[in-house]
């Protein structure tokens, strides 16, 4: 049974740093891009950074020099490190693993950001 766990949310002041965690289990095949999207209340869900197996990495501009993206695909993990954080990085963030079509999802962990 495949499985997505997040861990690392939480509440913090504007300016600080938070770290996510995410660990995929189930897979009989190697993923192909893991990766973080947020939703905020009243808005889409969004790409904030995900990486290929081979290391190649996509940021949403708004998290550029902000956010690091690190993964280790040996152990099916993918990490957000979330620096210099404001209120607009406040969203649930859903980790995402995706193997050709297949998308699969984890439960999301809050990140609030207060100023």
């Known amino acids: 049974q495949v499985q997505l766990v997040e861990s690392g949310g939480g509440s913090v002041q504007a300016g600080e740093s938070l770290k996510l965690s995410c660990a995929a289990s189930?897979?009989?095949?190697?993923?192909?891009?893991m990766g973080w999207y947020r939703q905020a209340p009243g808005k889409q869900r969004e790409l904030v950074a995900d990486?290929?197996?081979?290391?190649?990495?996509l940021y949403a501009d708004s998290v550029k020099g902000r956010f690091t993206i690190s993964r280790d695909n040996a152990k099916n993990t993918v990490t957000l490190q979330m620096n210099s954080l404001t209120r607009e990085d406040s969203a649930v963030y859903y980790c995402?693993?995706?193997?050709?079509?297949?998308?699969?999802w984890g439960q999301g962990t809050q990140v609030t950001v207060s100023s």
């Open positions: 995402e693993a995706r193997i050709a079509i297949r998308r699969d």
């Open positions: 189930g897979y009989a095949y190697s993923i192909d891009v």
């Open positions: 990486m290929s197996d081979g290391g190649n990495t």
